[in-house]
């Protein structure tokens, strides 16, 4: 092979390899998804045998798209891995829970409910309330909290889950 047909195949290969890294470049922001991280946990027996768990954290979307939320769910997660799902609270529900338990503190952040938006590229502190059907000392000696948020539009589901 002639040096100048070499030479006209390697810039040709370093041109296509340049256009695409320009391209994924350039669609770096286009995958949804969110991360984030729990930023306190706050338990209450509501009775011998159910409790109450409020999760505070915050949400961050990456993307350049706005990330639109169907559904927030609170899980606790045991040492040996099982799940349980908690019954999620409603906002006009957290706010009357804050009202009738005291000792919970302060309401910091509005409650994660379907349709709420994270901005491309923002971030939200939120929060999620749940019942549990098992007592406080089972919640507090648990694994780890997951939030568990599900995309409205593509119907994906992102975790976040509680760093001990």
């Not at 999620?128 to 599900?150: C, H, K, S």
């Amino acid at each position: 092979m002639s040096k100048n047909f070499l030479i006209a195949v390697g810039v040709g290969l370093a041109c296509v390899a340049i256009l695409v890294g320009g391209i994924f470049f350039m669609q770096r922001g286009a995958h949804v998804t969110v991360s984030g991280q729990i930023l306190k946990v706050r338990t209450v027996a509501l009775s011998d045998s159910a409790s109450l768990v409020v999760l505070d954290f915050r949400v961050t979307n990456p993307a350049d798209y706005e990330f639109l939320t169907r559904k927030v769910t609170a899980i606790f997660e045991d040492a040996a891995g099982n799940r349980t799902d908690g019954v999620t609270a409603a906002e006009l529900e957290a706010q009357h829970i804050f009202q009738g338990i005291p000792v919970l503190g302060e309401k910091y952040n509005p409650t994660l409910i379907e349709n709420d938006a994270v901005p491309p590229r923002g971030t939200l502190d939120r929060m999620v309330a749940a019942r549990f059907e098992m007592p406080e000392a089972q919640l507090l000696g648990r694994y780890r909290f997951v939030i568990r948020i599900t995309e409205k539009n593509r119907g994906e589901a992102f975790e976040i889950s509680e760093k001990k």
